[in-house]
Structure formats: structure tokens, C-alpha cells
């Protein structure tokens, strides 16, 4: 298969773990380009936040970012999927009586909170850098929000499972959940998106922009939040450092870490060598 389309995560799969990009995978991004293939940077991360990273690859292709909720390319965005008005202020209340914290992202890229419990220090020291534009509010219910990309809530492992079981119960299929560990800090971020939101259907909407198959797409993660769209490629690769339920779903898992070089091999081994 000549593969025309590399979908790649940012933290843990093209980031290292000091949140840069290697000279070795931008020499092979490069390569990659070369041949024609479209490189499309797909994160969990806001726009703001991706931009940097754009910016070093010299990216023209659309970004995915929200987990699959926005689509932007350069000053254009190509597809927007709020989640609904209407269940906003339900889940936002829902989220406060089981005692979470929600940070709400609107797509004015900033974050909306009341408090960050028990991961404040954890959350301002780790994610700041690339996260800010953090706006301390009084009550989140007296907001009337709209166009909110995702709500966020930071948690343990053990919470994890009980907000998946806890939302679906309630919400059903308004919403979609995803959640993403980050091992270099130790906590977990739980995601609500609206219900169509996802990298894979983001992917779908680009490869049918560009006339690219799915078979013609590589798509590299390590992350829960990763899984729909190593699923929805033709080939699906999972990270060496990613978690190990990743492993059982890809179509291949790297030999290197995001600390190794690991999309260089990607590149090498699927683009390059075909």
C-alpha cells in the first residue's frame, strides 16, 4: 500500500517527553513530504496550543484538535462540532454533584473553571506551558455557554471508569467520552465532546477532502484518546510508551518510544521503504 496520509498524535507519540520535536522525525516528516504524503497533526490539545508545533513542521494541511471537535487550517476552520446547547448547563451540574471540577472549553480558546480540587498545583505546573489562558470564574452555571468544543475534568484512574459509566447512564447518546492518561504526570484528563466528535470522523472529513481512502492513511497514537482513529486507518500504529490496551488494537507498535525517535520509524518503515 502507498500510503498518501500520517495522522499523528502530539504528547507522547510525535512530542518527546520535554515536548518537542526531534531533528530525526522532522528530517523524516520531511522525507515524508517529499513523497507526497499529507502529514495531519491530530491532539487533544486546543488549536492555540498546536500551533507551535505547526508551525516547526511548516504544516499546510488542516489540524485536528479538541480530540476531533475542531478542524482548522491556518485562519479557516473547516469544521466545528460544539456539543449540544441545551445539555450544557445538565452536565456541567451533573459533573458538580458528584464533586468533580469541569474546566470548560469554548472555541474563544480559552479555560473556564471554578476550581481544579485536588490536581491545581499538578494541572498549573505541567500543563501551563502549553495550556493558558485559564479564567477563574465564580460559577460555571451562571454562564450562558455556547459553542463548548469539550468539557474537562481532571482525574485518578479509579475515577475514570465510574464518570465513562456514570455520563453514559445519564446523558446516553448526547454525548461522547473519551479520556487520555498522562504518564509523565501522573493524572488523567476525562473528556466530554459532543456525540460526533472523535479523531476518526475528523480524518474521515479530511481524507474525503483530499480524496484519500482510509486504506491510504496512516494514523500513529499512545493514548485512549488515539484508539477510534488506529481503528478507523488502514494501518493503525500505537507508540511503544503507549498504554498497553493500544497495543492489542494497533495494526503495529513502534519499536522506539516518543523519546526514541519513534515516527522517524514509522516513516522509514511505511512510507519510505514502500
Known amino acids: ?12 507519540t510525535l512530542l518527546n517527553d520535554s515536548g518537542l520535536i526531534s531533528e530525526k522525525n522532522l528530517l523524516f516528516i520531511q522525507k515524508a513530504r517529499e513523497k507526497d504524503v499529507k502529514i495531519i497533526l491530530t491532539t487533544g490539545r486546543s488549536y492555540p496550543s498546536a500551533l507551535p508545533h505547526i508551525k516547526t513542521l511548516n504544516l499546510d494541511e488542516p489540524a485536528i484538535t479538541y480530540n476531533g471537535a475542531l478542524i482548522q487550517k491556518g485562519d479557516k476552520i473547516l469544521k466545528k462540532i460544539a456539543i449540544d446547547k441545551r445539555v450544557i448547563r445538565d452536565l456541567l451540574s451533573f459533573l458538580k454533584g458528584l464533586d468533580f471540577a469541569p474546566i470548560v472549553y469554548p472555541d474563544d480558546n480559552l479555560k473556564y473553571y471554578e476550581t481544579l480540587g485536588n490536581f ?3 494541572f498549573y505546573d505541567n500543563l501551563k506551558s502549553f495550556e493558558r489562558e485559564l479564567i477563574k470564574v465564580p460559577d460555571l452555571l451562571e454562564i450562558d455557554w455556547k459553542n ?7 482525574a485518578e484512574k479509579p475515577d475514570i471508569d465510574f464518570l465513562h459509566s456514570e455520563l453514559k447512564r445519564e446523558f446516553g447518546g448526547k454525548i461522547r467520552t473519551v479520556d487520555t492518561y498522562f504518564s509523565i504526570w501522573g493524572f488523567w484528563i476525562f473528556e466530554i465532546l459532543a456525540s460526533e466528535s472523535s479523531k476518526a470522523n475528523a480524518l474521515d472529513y479530511i481524507c474525503n477532502f483530499y480524496g484519500i481512502n482510509r486504506n491510504e492513511a496512516i494514523a ?15 494501518l493503525g500504529v500505537a507508540m511503544r510508551n503507549g498504554l498497553s490496551n493500544i497495543f492489542r488494537e494497533a495494526d503495529y507498535v513502534t519499536e522506539k518510544s516518543n523519546n526514541e525517535d519513534g515516527i522517524a520509524e514509522v ?7 514502500k
Open 220 to 234: 500513529v497514537g499512545d493514548n485512549n484518546n488515539d484508539l477510534d482513529m488506529i481503528n478507523w486507518a488502514g
Open 267 to 273: 516513516i522509514e518503515k511505511f512510507i519510505l521503504e
Open 1 to 12: 500500500m502507498a500510503y498518501k496520509l500520517l495522522a499523528l498524535d502530539l504528547d507522547g
Open 120 to 122: 491545581s498545583n499538578d
Open 148 to 154: 463548548v468544543l469539550r468539557i474537562s475534568v481532571i
